[in-house]
DNA sequence: CGAATTGTTGATTCCCCTCAAACTGGGTGG
DNA sequence: CCACCCAGTTTGAGGGGAATCAACAATTCG
């Protein structure tokens, strides 16, 4: 594992001034065009498991870049739904709103991770998906893509599959939610977080929080304050340390033993 | 709105022995045939929003028809996947485990919905379902239909719907179970009952709940004593009238109201 | 009839929310 | 440069909502 890259990304960040809630109404739309072929992420991105001549397909789409700053929002609910984003680097939170106002975070995305996919339904986004630092995407035009994918059975299973572990996720999040107490839930997303880091090459016990307290939180169904204070616990138990957003997973076994607390 | 229908669909259930984990693993296959073109669901089911020509498409694949008993799974978490299945007639729930054996129902089903999608993403059911009482579904091999939509892009758009209106659905789950109390979640539950089947051409605000309040409280990520509470809590506060599965909504205004119970 | 299943209701416990105060590090402006 | 502010975090005290444990009624089935 490359420790400069695990160095880069587990350093204090130096939080500049959060620049919340710009839209990208006046698109910054970056020229350079990204060829999937050969980029680092296509073991887990969209081109995964696709056939090496389908991922000539891809490139021939030649996909746009797009770069979002810290606290930019790169679509909102409501927003028509024309392209979904793959991330290139960078971390993103996804959050809708009730009809009565309250918001929830349902989902945080990392790079090769693909967001905006539940928007097709109605062809209107039904989530908002702000950068928790600075990052970039690719643009995938999703008619584009089912054009692409007409005749070809490799790229439309990528869509399909590409929805699927949508679902998937949110499955898991539903049993998190629904069944689980502030210890499961927190150990779950800990764990859940270093899988997918050690999945691109970071360390898998020691890492950098991209989002707040409340931001996990509302991710897991939970105050601030009851984050904070079963991070506090995990640590008294030895489990982890912790220091504000900085991570250090000691005992990955207990936690997951952390699950089986209440199963007897 | 048809009475004699309305008094089927309402009128007690007299249950017969539950047959329950019954699996289907000798698939009683009805020879019989289903074509959407003539069929009462057609715009509430797959065929919602295609045109005729590709509706013609779709009699072309001739759908098998399968019926399911009271409790028994139409398919297991872990099953290949290789169909997916809309409901023609009865109700399903759809239910998942933890690794530690926890289980959760995370979704009911009923005519006119599609079941299975979650198999997609890794060919292999994510979650069983298991009829609420007896019931009959249109078999539909995912692998031919994506062939059909092959170079079809009305077709095409069919599947990428079908999945992107699941997500939504654990979207609003979701937020339910991360944002709502007892009552809201309740409210929340019996409204969008309410709706669904009044879009199926039955009374909005009385029919017969065909789960049992342990099935409702995992749903909705609480006890059934909880659940049984609640309602009652409605009957007092005369939003509603219930009697064991039977539900009759005197107040829906009202129970709207209850969302914002907790927004001052 | 007794056994089993489902639903209702009560008493008690406890987990987590709410409210509140204090601390931290960084950025800013005088 | 230092005082101040601010957002984010930690920690404490107290209360409430839902889980847990338990008893009982109603219905169905063997």
Chains 1, 2 share one sequence.
Do not use: W
């Not at 970039?136 to 089912?146: D, G, M, R």
């Amino acid at each position: 594992m490359p420790v400069a890259v695990l160095e880069a990304f587990t350093a204090p960040v130096h939080i500049a001034l959060r620049q919340q809630d710009i839209p990208l109404t006046s698109a910054p739309v970056v020229p350079l065009r990204v060829l999937c072929s050969s980029c680092h992420l296509r073991e887990l991105c969209v081109p995964c498991g696709v056939s090496s001549s389908d991922i000539q397909r891809l490139d021939d789409m030649k996909f746009g870049r797009r770069r979002v700053k810290m606290g930019q929002i790169l679509y909102r609910e409501g927003d028509r739904f024309q392209f979904i984003y793959a991330v290139r680097s960078g971390t993103f939170r996804s959050n809708l709103m009730l009809a009565d106002g309250r918001e929830q975070v349902n989902g945080f995305y990392m790079a090769g991770e693909v967001m905006g996919l539940d928007g097709v339904a109605n062809g209107v986004h039904a989530s908002s998906a702000t950068a928790l630092e600075d990052a970039e995407v690719c643009v995938i035009p999703y008619a584009h893509l089912t054009d692409m994918a007409m005749g070809n059975s490799g790229l439309q299973q990528v869509v399909g599959r590409l929805m699927s572990r949508e679902i998937l996720r949110e499955h898991s999040l539903m049993m998190l939610l629904g069944s689980m107490n502030a210890e499961e839930r927190l150990a779950a997303f800990l764990l859940n977080l270093s899988q997918r880091l050690k999945a691109r090459g970071y360390s898998a016990s020691e890492f950098h929080l991209r989002m707040s307290r409340a931001e996990i939180g509302s991710y897991l169904g939970m105050t601030l304050e009851t984050v904070s204070r079963t991070f506090s616990a995990f640590q008294q138990l030895r489990l982890l340390e912790v220091d504000k957003r900085h991570i250090r997973l000691i005992d990955l076994e207990g936690l997951r033993r952390a699950f089986e607390v209440r199963l007897h």
